[in-house]
C-alpha cells in the first residue's frame, strides 16, 4: 500500500491487516504529520478514546500490526529534525544492505522482469499457507507455552555476547528497540521449532543481529537519548554558524593576558580564546534554539564525549579569565583549522 493515505484510512486499514503485516511504500506521497501521526497509532494499535452520545465511553477496535516501511526515503530523512523519538523507536530505520551473492545480485538487470514475474505468479499462488500452519500451531501450544517459548527465546537472543555488548552500555531508548529485535528472533525460532521455516536457529539470529547492527551503527551514542544526540549536532551547526558570523570575538595574547582588538559589548555570543571557544551562559541557550530545555542535559552530554571542558568539581561551565576578568563559560574545544583561525584572524583585525 502507499503512504498517501489520511488518518481515518490508516484506521480501517489496520484493523484489515491486524496479524497479517502492513507493507508501506511511496512516503514522499504522505503529509509528514499525518505519517508520524499514523506511526504512533498504528504501534499503538488503538485509536484515540471517543465518547457515545450520551457521554460514555465508546467501545475501541483494536490493531495488532507489524508495518514494513520500504522507499528511498526513511521515514527519519523524510520528517527530518522534527521527527518525534516516540516515532523513531516505533518505526526503526534499518539500512538496507543487499549483499553479493543474494538472491537478487544473482539476476542480471536484463532478467530482472522476466524473472519477477515468475516470483510474484508463485506468491499469488502459495502465499498464505505457512500463514494458516504457523496459526494451527499456536493454538495447538496454546497461551501460556507461547509465553513461556517467547520468554525462553528472547531470552537466548538477549544472552548472545553482540547484543549484551549493545545493552549492557545502552540508554533505555536503546534497549527498548532491542528488546523488539529479540522479540522478532523469538519468533523465527518458534516457527524453525514448528518445522516451517528451512533456516537454522544460527542463520535465523544471524540475520536479526545484522539488522540490529547496522541500526545500532546508523544511530550512534547508544548509550544517550536520542534527542541528546541530535541536539549536539545542532548546537555544533549553530556554534560554526555563529563563528561564521562574527558573533565571537578573538582574542590575542599579550603580556597583559588575554586582549582584543575588536570592540566587546553584551551583544557578542562569547569569545575565541586560542583552540578554545568561550560561551556565555545566555549564548549558550541561545544556541540550543528548539531544544533549551534540553541545555544541561545537553551540556553534560558534551563533556562526556570531550566537545566540552568541564571545571575541577565536574561542572559544565568553568572560569575563565578574558579582558582581565574571571567569568564562567562554556569552554568548547575548537577544532578549527590552523588555516581556518589565520583567516578569522584577518577578518577580525581588518
Known sequence: MSWGGTEAGFDALALARTDLGLPLDEITLANPRIAEQVVYKVASGTKAPRATSAGHLRETAHASVLVLSTGEKSLSKFIGPSLQEGARKRLVDVPAEVQLGSAFETISCWQIHAKGYRLFDAIKRQHGAVGRDWQRYLVELGLDQIKADLDRHREAFLALPEVVAVTERAHPQVRAVVNRFALYAAALQM??????????????????????????????????????VRAAHQIERELATAIETSRFVRLHK???GWNSTTEVDETIYGYLKGDRVL???KAWHQLCVG???LAEHLAEHLCRIGKLIPDNAGKTSRKETVLGRAGRYY???NTGTPEHTEREDLKNNR
Open 191 to 228: 516457527a524453525i521449532e514448528a518445522n516451517l521455516l528451512p533456516w537454522t536457529a544460527e542463520d535465523a539470529n544471524s540475520g536479526i543481529l545484522a539488522c540490529m547492527q547496522r541500526w545500532v551503527g546508523q544511530r550512534e551514542n547508544i548509550d544517550t537519548a536520542g534527542e541528546i
Open 254 to 256: 599579550t603580556s597583559n
Open 279 to 281: 560561551i556565555r551562559p
Open 331 to 333: 569552554v568548547w574545544k
Open 291 to 293: 531544544c533549551d530545555d
